[in-house]
Nanobody, 123 residues
Framework: QVQLVESGGGLVQAGGSLRLSCAAS???????MGWYRQAPGKQRELVAI???????NYADSAKGRFTISRDNTKNTVYLQMNSLKSEDTAVYYC??????????????????WGQGTQVTVSS
């Protein structure tokens, strides 16, 4: 079973920075890892995603300010957020896609979400 533990959220002033981390535990191989966010009253939206090969996609709102990275030795994905704005206030969720071995010994795809971490940017 895959478990995700997020950390790094908090309260920061506009223009400040935060670094989010999401560590995955269990027995598996990881493919894409990413971050979504959901602001009050809004739909969950993609922030950034990084594949196992290192390809990266950012939402337009994140380009130039956020940097996603991963450490495959630690099964961890990071989101460095700089020049934060009040509109970045949201709950941030990490998501990982991968393959694990099921009880029959067969490979099975999975997609797991973290519990969410609150990011609040004060103006």
């Amino acid at each position: 079973q895959v478990q995700l533990v997020e950390s790094g959220g908090g309260l920061v002033q506009a223009g400040g920075s935060l670094r989010l981390s999401c560590a995955a535990s269990g027995i598996f191989s990881l493919n894409a890892m990413g971050w979504y966010r959901q602001a009050p009253g809004k739909q969950r939206e993609l922030v950034a995603i990084i594949t196992s090969g290192g390809s990266i996609n950012y939402a337009d709102s994140a380009k130039g300010r956020f940097t996603i990275s991963r450490d495959n030795t630690k099964n961890t994905v990071y989101l460095q957020m700089n020049s934060l704005k009040s509109e970045d206030t949201a709950v941030y969720y990490c998501v990982v896609d991968g393959v694990y071995t099921d009880s029959l010994g067969d490979p099975a795809d999975f997609s797991s979400w973290g519990q969410g971490t609150q990011v609040t940017v004060s103006s």
